[in-house]
């Protein structure tokens, strides 16, 4: 008798300690979509074919379903932002130019997500001349994708390599793989799990004009209570069941 309750409580314990314990922060590069060119919001174009797996985490056909924060097509030039409730703020920490310079179209993330035909074409620019390029800081626990837009028009306005890297919380990073170019909106993806506070930096191998258009953001879900609390719960049950019988 005394060692099935040694055996519930130390199994009660694992669970106790176990469930609640917040993963550390990580980040991995995930891939590129260098295929759906304007069509990051339209969901008749097949993101699970032409992105890289994970990238559209509730498989709608849209990316950076949260929020993003973009370079302008036109004056005044400010970033259009509309950011996720788990992230405080992006900075862009070079230059920002329009679209004037005649980059490529993209769909209006301030229309609803829809079909390509019920999109309307926008123009962005590209934030360039430092590294980093980017930063934005985290207001509460989250673990999601970042799809990073490359809207330069030549391959001199494109980041020869990019990192993105935690500055703030612990150290995390990683480097994602530049697509070859062609004259068109290329998206690449990192996960991110993060806690509140943390800040990341989007960092270009050269400082210059090599920049890029914009962020974007959309949730992963977190599975609770994690696979091993369910086990540890299991076996609790099968030591109860076990017990009975005995005493019958």
Known sequence: MRIQKNKLAAIAGLVLALGPVAQAATILYLGSDAVSSAAWRSTDVDKAINGPAGADPNGDNAYGNDGYSL?????????????????????????????????????????????????????????????????????????????????????????????????????????????????????????????????FEITGGISGIQGIGGVAFEAMAIPEPSTFALTALGLLGLIGTRRRRNRA
């Open 71 to 199: 370079v302008p097509m036109a004056t005044p030039i400010s970033p259009t932002t509309a950011l996720p409730t788990y992230v405080t703020s992006v900075s862009f920490l070079g230059n920002l130019y329009n679209g004037g310079g005649g980059y490529p179209q993209i769909d209006d993330p301030t229309d609803a997500i829809d079909v390509a035909a019920n999109q309307t074409p926008i123009i962005t620019g590209i934030t360039f001349g430092n590294s980093p390029i980017t930063n934005f800081i985290l207001l509460q626990d989250s673990k999601f994708v970042l799809t990073i837009l490359l809207t330069g028009n030549s391959s001199s306005n494109r980041p020869t390599s990019l990192s993105l890297t935690r500055t703030v919380g612990g150290a995390a990073t990683d480097a994602a793989t530049i697509p070859t170019y062609t004259n068109d909106v290329h998206y690449l993806f990192f996960e991110v799990d993060g806690t509140a506070g943390d800040k």
